[in-house]
Structures are given as structure tokens and as C-alpha cells.
């Protein structure tokens, strides 16, 4: 995929450590040859951010919190003075309480609920309204993660998967919305992954077994097979591509029930 993003610039927001999906989306798209732009949470993440960063040769990095406005404004004004444009926004944020990620949906808290909604979901759209001033000319690409449990039950899951239901419905009418603009909107929707994410979740490891055993590729995801599809959506290739949810789960999806060896 070399070359597919030359000359484009994006930002990337999530990376948590080098197993992040988001980092290996980050990978992916510099090694296209896109040039980068880094958000962060906090000193901790920051500092584990840098030389991730920089190894991709990058040397913007801003601490945003989704849920402040001034905080979302201050890092897009230090973005567009850096950029006169931008091509793509990668979006890889969510949070729920750990607490709430076992046991029973039944028990979610209001406070949680809300909170996860607006990190998870809402801060999607908070994001698109200010990166759409510096994609309104020329057009640009805004992609978000997802997960199936916001269609399926996932055991643990819980209101992480009322929070991708909100996300995906977004990302259709922020699809339409943009779309007269040229800005393409879409979600990948990776199966189980080994990310700290990912391991908040109450069985995330028997949860990752079973979707290897029994997806139709027999295997789960990689960050390389995700990154790989971000770089074709943000491409010219995807050019026709908006408001879909793609699945990069090795077809894990499509199962009604666990294959017969499984059983």
C-alpha cells in the first residue's frame, strides 16, 4: 500500500500504547506515506505516545479531553495553524467504567451510562464539527472504531454496546450530512483484539478464543489487517466508500452459531 497516502495529512486520536488499534492504524497510514498529528490524554499516555510518535516521524502531539469543548477547540486551532487542511481524522476513543464491564447490562449505573455514551459515541460528533471547517474544500475522510456487540449481545459488553450503537448510527448521518462536501464517514469494526482496551472487558480472553476458533478465516483480527483497510478508506480508492461499517473480524460476523468442530 505504499504511496496510497502521499501528500495527505491526518490526525490520530487513541493510541494508548504499541498494541492500540489505533497504532496500528497509525502505522499503516504513515508507512502509505501519510504525514501525522498525535492526540493524547493525560502525561501517562503522553509519554508513552512520543517515541511511538516519532518513530513515525511525527512531532505534533496534543493533550485533548473529549468531554471539555475548550479542549477540543484548543487542539483544532493549534492543528490548523500547523495545517492549512486535513485529509483524515482517525477516531479510537471510548471508556466505560471497568466495574461496569462485568456482569449483568441490567446493573449499569446512570452516571456511567452517561458518561460512556458521551466519550464513546457523542465525542464522534464533536470531533467531525471541528475537523470539517478544515476538510470543507477539498473533502477528507472521518473514521471511527466500533465492535459488533453494538447489534449483538456480548457477554461483559454491556453499555460499551449501546455506546457503538449510538457511534454507528453517527457515523451514518454524519455520512450524510458531509457527504455534498466530499467527506466520506465510516467505522471499522475489528473482532476481539489483544489491546488494554480490550482487556477491561470481564472474559476478554475466553471472548478472543472462541472468535479465533470459529471465525471462517479461523483467526482474529490483526492490527496490520485494520490498519490496511483505514489506508484504503482514507485513500483515493475509497473515494465512493461513506457511511458503512466495515468488518475486519475474519468474517466472524456472518456465524449464527459456533462451527461443528466447536460444538
Known amino acids: ?8 495529512r491526518g490526525l490520530i486520536m487513541g493510541v494508548a500504547n504499541e498494541r492500540s488499534i489505533a497504532w496500528g492504524i497509525a502505522k499503516a497510514m504513515a508507512e502509505a506515506g501519510a504525514e501525522l498529528a498525535f492526540t493524547y490524554q493525560g502525561d501517562a499516555f503522553g509519554t ?24 477540543l477547540d484548543t487542539a483544532f486551532e493549534q492543528l490548523g495553524a500547523r495545517w492549512p487542511k486535513l485529509d483524515f481524522v482517525v477516531h479510537a476513543i471510548a471508556f466505560s467504567d471497568k466495574s461496569e464491564l462485568t456482569g449483568r447490562f441490567l446493573n449499569t449505573s446512570r452516571a456511567n451510562f452517561k458518561h460512556s455514551l ?14 470539517h ?3 470543507v474544500e477539498h473533502g477528507g475522510t472521518l473514521l471511527t472504531l466500533t465492535y459488533q456487540g453494538s447489534n449483538k449481545v456480548v457477554p461483559n459488553y454491556n453499555v460499551m454496546g449501546v455506546a457503538k450503537a449510538a457511534l454507528e448510527s453517527a457515523t451514518r448521518y454524519l455520512a450524510n450530512d458531509l457527504g455534498p462536501e466530499g467527506i466520506r464517514v465510516n467505522a471499522i469494526s475489528p473482532g476481539p483484539m489483544k489491546t488494554l482496551a480490550g482487556a477491561a472487558i470481564g472474559g476478554a480472553r475466553k471472548t478472543y478464543k472462541h472468535a ?3 471465525a471462517p478465516l479461523r483467526e482474529n483480527a490483526t492490527l496490520e489487517a485494520v490498519g490496511g483497510t483505514a489506508v484504503y478508506l482514507a485513500s483515493d480508492a475509497g473515494a465512493c466508500t461513506t457511511g458503512e461499517i466495515i468488518h475486519v473480524d ?5 456465524l449464527g452459531m459456533p462451527q461443528g468442530e466447536n460444538i
Request: net charge negative; glycine share 10%.
Open 1 to 8: 500500500m505504499s504511496g496510497m497516502l502521499c501528500g495527505k
Open 48 to 71: 508513552r505516545l512520543r517515541p511511538l510518535a516519532e518513530s513515525v516521524g511525527s512531532d505534533f502531539m496534543v493533550d485533548v479531553d473529549v468531554t471539555d469543548d475548550v479542549s
Open 118 to 131: 458521551d466519550i464513546s459515541a457523542y465525542s464522534f460528533i464533536e470531533v467531525a464539527r471541528r475537523a
Open 133 to 135: 471547517p478544515m476538510m
Open 212 to 214: 479465533g476458533l470459529n
Open 250 to 254: 475474519g468474517g466472524y460476523h456472518v
